[in-house]
């Protein structure tokens, strides 16, 4: 060792154009950004995981003996509902196109907050932090939906197929 701990203080080299925000709030809000975008990432793995399992049950079903009834409809009803929550998440699918207005996602707020805040010593904007408000809200309930169908729904329609007598589809017990 050459010598001991040598204290320091560290400044910003210049002063900005605007006040910024506070660094421990700016540091906060990007805190803030990625959870929601950890998230949001993980119930879009989520929702493809339930899609997939809901294909290989329309798959066992009409690989089954069942008459169409009431398995079919829910079923439908259930791929209507992911179709939904994709439809929150990433948003419509065939208005991706530049310049076609749509209304933003999940996805599309907290894209524009990270791009919005990324290189920037200042801190959030008023506008992005009531972007990320919004995100979060609309992920909260996403993200119920998906802990229900994934806890409650799919697996109900998985018992039902197998009473059915539908084949063995993925996310079922092995028989």
């Not at 907290?110 to 992005?128: A, D, E, I, K």
């Given at each position: 060792?050459?010598?001991?701990?040598?204290?320091f203080?560290?400044r910003p080299?210049?002063?900005?154009?605007?006040?910024?925000a506070?660094?421990?709030?700016?540091?906060?809000?990007?805190?803030?950004?990625e959870?929601?975008?950890?998230?949001a990432?993980?119930?879009r793995?989520?929702l493809e995981?339930h899609?997939?399992?809901?294909?290989?049950m329309?798959?066992?079903?009409?690989?089954?003996?069942a008459?169409p009834?009431?398995?079919?409809?829910d079923l439908?009803?259930l791929?209507?509902e992911?179709?939904?929550?994709?439809?929150?998440?990433n948003?419509?699918?065939?208005?991706?196109?530049?310049?076609e207005?749509?209304?933003?996602s999940?996805?599309?707020?907290v894209?524009?907050?990270?791009?919005?805040v990324?290189?920037?010593?200042?801190?959030p904007?008023p506008?992005?932090?009531?972007?990320?408000?919004?995100?979060?809200a609309q992920?909260?309930?996403?993200?119920?939906?998906?802990?229900?169908?994934?806890?409650?729904?799919?697996p109900?329609?998985?018992?039902?197929?197998?009473?059915?007598?539908?084949?063995?589809s993925?996310?079922?017990?092995?028989?």
């Amino acid at each position: 060792d050459l010598s001991g701990p040598v204290s320091f203080e560290v400044r910003p080299l210049r002063d900005g154009s605007l006040e910024g925000a506070d660094p421990a709030d700016a540091a906060a809000f990007w805190a803030r950004v990625e959870a929601t975008q950890r998230s949001a990432s993980a119930a879009r793995m989520a929702l493809e995981e339930h899609r997939n399992r809901l294909e290989a049950m329309v798959v066992a079903l009409g690989r089954s003996t069942a008459d169409p009834g009431d398995l079919d409809t829910d079923l439908e009803a259930l791929r209507q509902e992911l179709l939904d929550l994709d439809l929150q998440l990433n948003g419509h699918r065939s208005k991706r196109q530049v310049g076609e207005p749509r209304v933003p996602s999940i996805a599309d707020r907290v894209g524009r907050t990270r791009s919005g805040v990324r290189s920037s010593t200042y801190g959030p904007t008023p506008n992005l932090e009531r972007n990320l408000e919004i995100a979060e809200a609309q992920l909260q309930d996403v993200v119920e939906q998906l802990n229900r169908i994934g806890r409650d729904t799919l697996p109900s329609l998985a018992n039902r197929l197998q009473q059915a007598g539908a084949p063995w589809s993925p996310g079922q017990p092995i028989p």
